[in-house]
């Protein structure tokens, strides 16, 4: 009657840390986990797939487009964030950019400047389109 919400499975383990003294420019690539402790100008871009996770730390910062399927954010984002699956928003969470997501977790203390917007709704605004009526 009562049952548990199933939440998104993630990635399990991270395969890749970027630290906290780390600066990279240019776009970031992966597959599997990845953590950003540090700040990367660039846009992080994660393999097909439903199972790769980013974590942004509180101490993280990016500046770019984020295209993930499950993403935890406790930093700042300066970019549009594409979570197709999950998207968890914790307390230091500062997103300045339009942000569209699968399901979504916001924490209190969390701030978002820009649209949220339903993958379930884009998806079918794409699905719609107009034809118009033959003239004669």
């Known amino acids: 009657m009562f049952g548990k919400k199933k939440k998104a499975k993630l990635h399990s383990h991270i395969d890749t840390l ?30 097909d797939g439903d199972q790769h996770t980013l974590i942004l ?5 990016i500046e770019g487009k984020i295209q993930v399927a499950n993403v935890i954010i406790n930093g700042t984002v300066k970019g549009p964030i594409h979570a197709s699956r999950y998207l ?9 950019g339009d942000v569209y997501y699968g399901s979504i977790e916001v924490k209190l ?3 978002v400047d820009g649209k949220m917007i ?6 079918s605004e794409k699905l719609v389109s107009l034809i118009p009526a033959a003239s004669e």
Not at 57 to 61: I, K, L, Q, R, W
Not at 88 to 96: C, K
């Open 109 to 111: 203390g969390a701030s």
């Open 118 to 123: 339903h993958q379930d709704k884009l998806q």
């Open 88 to 96: 968890e928003l914790q307390e230091n969470a500062q997103i300045h």
């Open 57 to 61: 730390s509180n101490a993280g910062y």
């Open 18 to 47: 970027i630290g906290a003294q780390t600066h990279i420019t240019g776009d970031v690539c992966f597959s599997g986990g990845l953590r950003v402790d540090g700040n990367i100008n660039g846009n992080i871009i994660a393999e």
